[in-house]
């Protein structure tokens, strides 16, 4: 007989909390996050945990731009991006792990990746309290430059050690990432301008 799942509250309790390790560097994190394919689904309730600071971030953006005149295209747009983002990376990523001989790991590796990124997002939403509060000049892009920093390190770190790989693996990892991230971006600029 097949154990039931674990109760929803338990499982986004137990990814932030493992999270949150990982995002201090510690990797017993790792033993928090759910290892099994099903794991691996039920880590993607982490992108409707990062779904309002997303949006919030969003309309922050555009807020400081001006806005753009009619939402609803923009807005769109960006959540489409969002999902993509969501998804793309967990797709592409496996041929890679399938050539390295980390398959197995994958589960793993994309529970953990997925769990982070609540600690992402909550560093940008840190980031941009300040910013908001007229915060300009070298602090600011310091800060920045702080928080995207800290966002490509914890990736490069979860790669590690959720798979076991070298360094020089891990930053390829992160590479694809940024990458696809640029082509949504293009992606969804496009469709914001019509």
């Not at 994958?106 to 600690?119: D, H, K, M, Q």
């Amino acid at each position: 007989m097949v154990p039931p799942p674990p109760p929803w509250r338990r499982v986004m309790a137990a990814g932030v909390l493992g999270a949150v390790l990982l995002g201090r560097g510690r990797a017993e994190g790792m033993a928090l996050v759910e290892a099994s394919p099903e794991g691996a689904l039920r880590s993607f309730v982490a992108a409707l945990i990062c779904l309002p600071a997303f949006l919030a971030l969003r309309l922050l953006s555009w807020a400081e731009m001006g806005g753009p005149e009619a939402l609803a295209r923009p807005l769109a747009a960006e959540l489409i991006g969002y999902v993509f983002g969501w998804v793309l990376f967990a797709l592409v990523c496996l041929p890679m792990l399938q050539g390295w001989g980390r398959a197995a790991l994958y589960p793993r590796f994309l529970s953990a990746w997925n769990w982070i990124s609540v600690v992402q997002y909550l560093a940008q939403i840190l980031l941009a309290v300040p910013l908001l509060l007229g915060l300009t000049g070298v602090l600011a892009q310091g800060l920045t430059l702080a928080v995207v920093g800290y966002s490509l390190w914890l990736e490069w770190f979860v790669a590690r050690v959720a798979l076991g790989i070298s360094g020089w693996r891990a930053t390829g990892l992160v590479v694809l990432e940024l990458v696809l991230g640029l082509f949504i971006a293009g992606i969804v600029h496009r469709i914001s301008a019509g």
